[in-house]
């Protein structure tokens, strides 16, 4: 599987590190779609194959612990990476978390590994 083939839905409220992510990812060769919300996000999850979801935590519209917990329970086969400056510590997530402010070069290489292992499957 080509990057262009693995799709990456960019789930995040900051149009700068939406806009910016995207074209960072794009460069590599990964397909990229994005929405600034989970409800957009959702919209593009019904109309789309998603290998991997790289979501915000915190956001306005449909974030947090119910975005979390709706990708936990309905999307249980797409592999999600958690970006956050802010964490409750009292809401466990289940998946991995990089922390605000990133580096971008950091997150691609951890898609690739999540689509090298997707390969080997």
């Not at 919209?43 to 790289?54: A, F, Q, R």
């Not at 306005?60 to 329970?73: E, M, P, Q, S």
């Not at 970006?83 to 402010?101: C, E, N």
Request: net charge negative; hydrophobic share 40%; charged share 30%.
């Amino acid at each position: 599987m080509s990057n262009s083939e693995f799709t990456v839905l960019l789930v995040e409220d900051d149009d700068d590190i939406r806009l910016s992510l995207r074209d960072y990812l794009k460069a590599k060769g990964f397909s990229v779609l994005v929405s600034s919300d989970g409800v957009g996000a959702i919209k593009i999850l019904l109309d789309s194959k998603i290998d991997v979801i790289v979501s915000d935590y915190r956001m306005d519209i449909f974030g947090g612990d119910y975005w979390v917990r709706f990708l936990n329970t309905f999307c249980p086969d797409i592999d999600v990476i958690i970006t956050s400056g802010y964490l409750r510590p009292d809401f466990k997530v289940p998946y991995p978390v990089v922390y605000k402010p990133f580096d971008y070069a950091e997150l691609a290489a951890m898609i690739a590994d999540i689509r090298d292992k997707k390969q080997e499957r």
